[in-house]
């Protein structure tokens, strides 16, 4: 089949070539493997919705990734009918956050990637609260509005969260992030190179399960990171530039065995410190020449 891109692992993962057309994906189920296909990765091709229809014909599709600005949220639809969907990634393509909702049946979808630069994602968010198996939802590369933070409050079964590169529209204020504090399942969260940060570190008391926390860069206030002590069962943490006596406020971490921080070195006074309050920490120093 001319559509199947040769970095195909077959049976089990498809790749569709660039030159693909609508057509030729309505051949997948018609595959002598089609039973066994349990990925199928639409980043390449210039498609349209009507692509995605015979997608709910393959009895095993566990994976699918979509990238074309030809998907819609009509195509949600036919994704919607996916049953065995456990991990659905989309990325630039013409779907708005409101389409989400076409998802709310897919009551096996583990892991959810958004990346939709400027969409609006707030009404959409609020219909996966009935997808009981999300555990893994990343939103990256976008800027988000209020209706997004109260979207996720809704998420008490996430328990890993990736905001990374993501910003906050200019009207969002850090009151509109209290809707994090909800997500109190939440085991993980990055915002690598996310300006939201410092807004709603102020806002994560309340997760007292989390263990990996990354807030790398902006930087943070040594009261941001006081605030931190709260997270008892914290295990890794990474940190943009702290001034020491940011660092030196980490007194209640016991159990904080990873630590990295954007500086070149600490003084041997408080790396005793933190030594002290958590034994066997490793602690690293991520150099990423950001303005101190």
Not at 134 to 157: W, Y
Not at 237 to 254: F, N, Q, R
Not at 259 to 266: A, G, P, Q, V
Request: glycine residues 6%; negative net charge; aromatic residues 4%.
């Amino acid at each position: 089949m001319n559509f199947i891109d040769r970095r195909s692992r077959l049976p089990h993962t498809v790749f569709i070539d660039h030159s693909a057309s609508d057509d030729d994906l309505t051949l997948l189920p018609t595959l002598r493997y089609a039973d066994k296909i349990r990925e199928v990765r639409l980043t390449l091709a210039d498609l349209t919705d009507r692509a995605l229809e015979p997608l709910a014909l393959l009895p095993k599709l566990e994976c699918l990734w979509l990238e074309s600005e030809g998907f819609t949220d009509k195509g949600l639809e036919s994704v919607g009918r996916i049953l065995t969907l456990r991990e659905l990634r989309i990325s630039w393509t013409s779907i708005n956050g409101s389409g989400l909702t076409h998802l709310r049946g897919l009551k096996h979808l583990r892991k959810l990637h958004l990346c939709f630069g400027h969409t609006a994602l707030g009404a959409g968010l609020e219909a996966l609260q009935e997808l009981s198996a999300l555990t893994e939802l990343s939103i990256m590369g976008s800027e988000l509005e209020a209706a997004v933070f109260a979207g996720l409050g809704t998420l008490a079964q996430v328990e890993k969260l990736d905001l990374s590169n993501c910003r906050a529209q200019p009207e969002v204020s850090g009151a509109d992030m209290i809707g994090i504090r909800k997500m109190t399942g939440l085991r993980s969260l990055e915002m690598h190179a996310s300006s939201l940060a410092p807004a709603i570190v102020p806002h994560l008391a309340t997760l007292l399960a989390l263990e990996d926390l990354s807030l790398t860069p902006p930087k943070l206030s040594a009261a941001d990171v006081a605030a931190l002590n709260a997270l008892c069962n914290l295990r890794k943490l990474s940190l943009p530039y702290v001034p020491d006596e940011g660092i030196k406020s980490l007194t209640a971490l016991s159990k904080l065995e990873e630590l990295s921080i954007d500086t070149w070195s600490l003084p041997p006074a408080i790396v005793a410190q933190l030594m002290a309050v958590a034994p066997g920490l490793k602690i690293s120093y991520a150099t990423m020449n950001y303005d101190k």
